[in-house]
């Protein structure tokens, strides 16, 4: 699969970098600094690019950039008509520290509004990105933790699922768009968490549903 990542933090590159070794072709796009583009793109044996170029003939993009920046890599990226578009943001401030969409929207129904045509789904972004090489180390010997997804398009969903998989992880469906209401205050839950509190950043989690 052709994977357009739009971000080259911690979220971007560290996904980007794992599809990459599960045999996805890569196309690294939209960071300040192009040496780290090529970095990413050299070290996996992916490829660096504009934000135009990772979209073009790309299966599925990965938006992974901090809220304040939406608006630009979405200028840069054009309509995304029939794009797949796993999301991974949190609507965050400029400190990281508050919400600046909830209760009444969520950051995956704004995102939806302004890209009406894309295929949006979102996940990953309750998950701490330190949790993702190592679970991508111990496939196959580990229960495999959930990892959200939230979304109207069953099709994207779909196509996140596999990837999600291809991580290590279970995609756990939380519903759609309207639910990233909820969904998104929990990723402060796990900050406090994986940040917070004691034992390290590398916090999975996963639901059972109790017989009886």
């Known amino acids: 699969m052709k994977i357009g990542i739009l971000g080259s933090g911690l979220m971007g590159g560290t996904l980007g970098t794992l599809w990459a ?27 660096a690019g504009t934000v135009a170029e990772a979209v073009e003939g790309a299966d599925a993009l990965l938006l992974a950039v901090h809220w304040s920046r939406v608006g630009d890599v979405l200028g840069q990226a054009g ?16 400190d990281n520290r508050d919400l600046v969409v909830g209760t009444t929207s969520s950051g995956a129904e704004e995102l939806a509004r302004m890209r009406p045509k894309a295929r949006w789904v979102s996940c990953f972004n309750t998950t701490p990105s330190e ?29 996140a ?5 291809d991580i290590g992880f279970e995609p756990l469906d939380t519903g759609g768009l309207r639910n990233g209401r909820y969904v998104e205050p929990f990723a402060m839950a796990t ?20 017989r009886g």
């Open 21 to 47: 070794a599960a045999g996805h072709d890569v196309t690294f796009a939209y960071s300040r600094s192009p040496a780290k583009l090529d970095s990413l793109a050299r070290d996996c044996g992916g490829a």
């Open 161 to 165: 699922g596999g990837l999600i998989r």
């Open 79 to 94: 309509d995304l008509a029939g794009q797949v578009v796993l999301n991974c943001c949190v609507p965050l401030d400029e």
């Open 191 to 210: 900050v406090e968490l994986a940040y917070v509190q004691p034992g390290g950043p590398a916090l999975t989690y996963r639901f059972e549903k109790l």
């Open 131 to 159: 949790s993702f090489a190592p679970v991508f180390a111990a496939r196959g010997q580990i229960t495999a933790p959930h990892a959200f997804t939230y979304g109207d398009d069953a099709g994207a969903k779909q196509v």
